[in-house]
């Protein structure tokens, strides 16, 4: 990876970053407001945070073998800001009670099969042998949030 290059992926990691730190606020959000089910997103809150930390050990790794990692098709910073200012909105909206719990469930749902959460592997592109596992955990678990999110909504709206 060139050295321009290097910069602005680790910039973009950083902000993805924050993004799965931002997920996770949410997610505690949730926990509080719908203790029924505060184990499931105690849980998710985890995965967003293991994400958070799977994102700084590829920066480490990038940082430190950088001729292992092409740029892919990165997202904007800014976009990945605007993503996050959109969540925090959300969050202070639900803390209001301005959002009910089925709208929330599809929220969490669409952020989950969200381009940006979707798209990891696109971000940069590697045959590191340390780094590819991080980035399918990271896949495995939106693809397991998103299925049970399905199933939950399911629930509550056939019942």
């Known amino acids: 990876m060139e050295q321009y290059q290097l910069k602005e992926t680790l910039e973009t990691l950083t902000q993805m970053g924050n993004l799965e730190l931002t997920l996770a606020e949410l997610y505690q959000t949730y926990s509080q407001l719908w203790p029924e089910h505060k184990e499931f997103w105690m849980d998710m809150e985890k ?36 993503f996050i200012s959109g969540i925090k909105s959300t969050v202070q909206r639900l803390k209001n009670k301005d959002i009910d719990k089925i709208k929330a469930l599809f929220l969490a749902r669409d952020l989950e099969q969200s381009y940006l959460e979707s798209k990891y592997f696109e971000v940069i ?35």
């Open 125 to 159: 592109k590697t045959v590191d042998k340390e780094s590819t596992p991080l980035m399918r955990e990271i896949y495995a678990d939106t693809v397991f949030h998103r299925e049970y999110l399905n199933k939950m909504i399911s629930e509550l709206t056939s019942s």
């Open 47 to 82: 995965a967003e945070i293991k994400h958070s930390d799977n994102i700084d050990r590829m920066s480490e790794m990038i940082s430190e073998r950088p001729e292992n990692f092409e740029l892919g098709h990165p997202f904007s910073s800014g976009s990945i800001k605007s």
